[in-house]
């Protein structure tokens, strides 16, 4: 379950950032938080939102999402870039391996071949529909993107989210994986200090890309937390 709090001021804001920091100090992996311009936004990856319109939107194939990126985006980039990902597997490797090798395959797949999520990084960054949603490890980052471009709303918001102990894509429920800072890509990873969660369900032969909000709780359980933060646009600084 979500958890919904209001806060009045920044001062608030801070002060549940730093006691969620506290409760969670021994974990390897931070709290990460995500800021939106509208408390009534959904934790919404941008493929979602490109294809909101389309009947396919609602379960995407990571097969077809990989072809589509593999070929000419890739190409394209590489181009204009001069950078090559010479290390990314073909679309006929990554299709082979997942009939061949079952459930599970796809978590140890992105785990053994880093180029995968640095060129998917890369696409997010630049505006490409991209299935991985991004996170901040500071709330200060979070803030700002949430106050950046406020539209007509009364309030924003900043999600925050602590992962659960959980056993990947041991199951064929949707599951969601949480990639790391590590791995080389646009400089705005960096500064950012972004990490990504993608979210998948497991198929006979392919893995289906599902929503967040489908899964986010489950995934903070059963010692994590999901909470979502709304605050006044008009927020005091005490």
């Known amino acids: ?3 919904i709090k209001s806060v009045n001021s920044w001062s608030e804001y801070l002060e549940e950032v730093r006691c969620l920091a506290r409760s969670y100090a021994d974990r390897h992996r931070p709290p ?12 919404q990856t941008t493929l979602e939102r490109y294809y909101e319109d389309e009947k396919i939107s609602n379960d995407p ?20 870039i001069g950078r090559r990902w010479d290390s990314f597997p073909d679309y006929g490797k990554v299709r082979n391996g997942l009939e061949e090798n079952g459930v599970g395959w796809l978590d140890q ?3 053994g071949e880093p180029e995968i999520y640095e060129f998917f990084i890369y696409l997010r960054h630049h505006a490409y529909p991209s299935p991985l ?3 901040t490890a500071s709330p200060y980052v ?6 950046d471009k406020v539209n007509s709303a009364e309030a924003v918001v900043v999600y925050a989210f602590v992962q659960g102990r959980s056993s990947g894509f041991s199951r064929s429920e949707p599951k969601l994986s949480l990639v790391g800072p590590y791995g080389r890509s646009h400089a705005r990873h960096l500064s950012q200090q972004c990490w990504y969660t ?13 929503p967040h909000d489908e899964v986010i709780t489950e995934a903070a359980e059963p010692d994590g937390k999901v909470l979502k933060l709304e605050i006044p646009c008009a927020c005091p600084l005490g």
């Open 142 to 147: 979070a803030a700002l993107f949430a106050f």
């Open 1 to 3: 379950m979500i958890e």
């Open 32 to 43: 990460l938080f995500r800021g939106l311009a509208n408390c009534k936004w959904s934790l």
């Open 198 to 210: 993608l979210c998948v369900e497991r198929q006979s032969e392919d893995y289906l890309i599902r």
């Open 61 to 80: 194939s990571f097969l077809n999402y990989y072809r589509g990126a593999s070929l000419s985006p890739k190409s394209a980039v590489e181009t204009l």
């Open 109 to 111: 797949l992105l785990a």
């Open 133 to 135: 949603l991004d996170w």
